[in-house]
């Protein structure tokens, strides 16, 4: 057999074994979502307190637009923030670990930063820049920076320093090391920061529209509340969830892509 068809059943291989994972959940999901329907009407559990699967899908369907236009917002916001806090945290942790009085002189002031609950923290930037989609990526950006700094950090240090000796015996420069040892040593540890600012960066900006905006699920969710409409809250905590697993199941499928070699570890 030729090596283009080898390659072509490994990728149908592959194809067919993602594809059987993901209806693999799918089921789960579905099977757990007739198991809490079934505990809920046998049980006669009242809605406020458990609203059945079947109640949260009618209410989403009686209103879609105005639950996938607030998903899209609070997407936006979200992205725009975890872009930048990544960037900035990958950016802070190789100038923290290049230049050692930058890392003592700034680094406690970043731990110190988020000390600051991000209520009160929003409420500032909120007058800086008013209700907008700015400020609730700020918001966003504001706690997921941090755990992208600190793992670099962590991937930085791990590194053996043998083998940063050998490129420079063989007279590679700084950027040469950065970019062809630390940072591919350091990318598993990123990686699992990214997957976590992820889910701050949802949760920063669904805070920051509490503090005032027309649309987002943090808007839905306190119209919810202050109508005491618990279905509605539910179904904005499942759009939330759904966001965050669809953020999630991103990063892992690009460290899966660009993290190659730890499959084979």
């Not at 059945?52 to 989403?60: M, V, Y």
Request: with cysteine; hydrophobic share 55%.
């Amino acid at each position: 057999m030729s090596l283009s068809g080898l390659s072509g059943i490994s990728l149908s291989a592959v194809t067919t074994g993602r594809f059987a994972s993901i209806l693999k959940s799918l089921i789960w999901i579905a099977v757990f979502l007739g198991g809490v329907e079934l505990i809920v009407v046998a049980l006669a559990i009242r809605p406020y307190y458990l609203p059945r699967p079947s109640a949260l899908a009618a209410a989403f369907l009686a209103t879609p637009q105005a639950y996938l236009l607030s998903m899209w917002r609070t997407l936006l916001e979200t992205m725009i923030g975890f872009v930048a806090g990544s960037l900035f945290g990958i950016a802070m942790g190789v100038l923290f670990h290049r230049w050692t009085t930058l890392r003592e002189l700034f680094f406690p002031l970043f731990v110190v930063s988020q000390t600051i609950p991000v209520i009160a923290f929003g409420a500032v930037v909120v007058l800086w820049f008013g209700n907008t989609l700015l400020a609730k990526a700020v918001i966003s950006f504001y706690i997921s920076f941090l755990p992208v700094t600190v793992n670099t950090l962590l991937g930085f240090a791990a590194v053996d320093p043998r083998q940063v000796a050998l490129m420079r015996s063989f007279g590679a420069r700084e950027g040469q090391i950065l970019t062809r040892l630390y940072l591919p040593a350091a990318l598993p540890q990123i990686f699992v920061a990214l997957k976590l600012a992820s889910s701050l960066s949802l949760v920063g900006a669904i805070v920051g529209e509490w503090f005032g905006d027309t649309t987002g699920l943090g808007v839905l969710l306190l119209q919810a509340m202050y109508n005491e409409n618990v279905v509605g809250i539910w179904v904005t905590i499942v759009a939330s969830a759904c966001l965050g697993m669809g953020l999630y199941a991103i990063v892992s499928e690009a460290e899966r892509r660009i993290v190659f070699w730890g499959a084979e570890q």
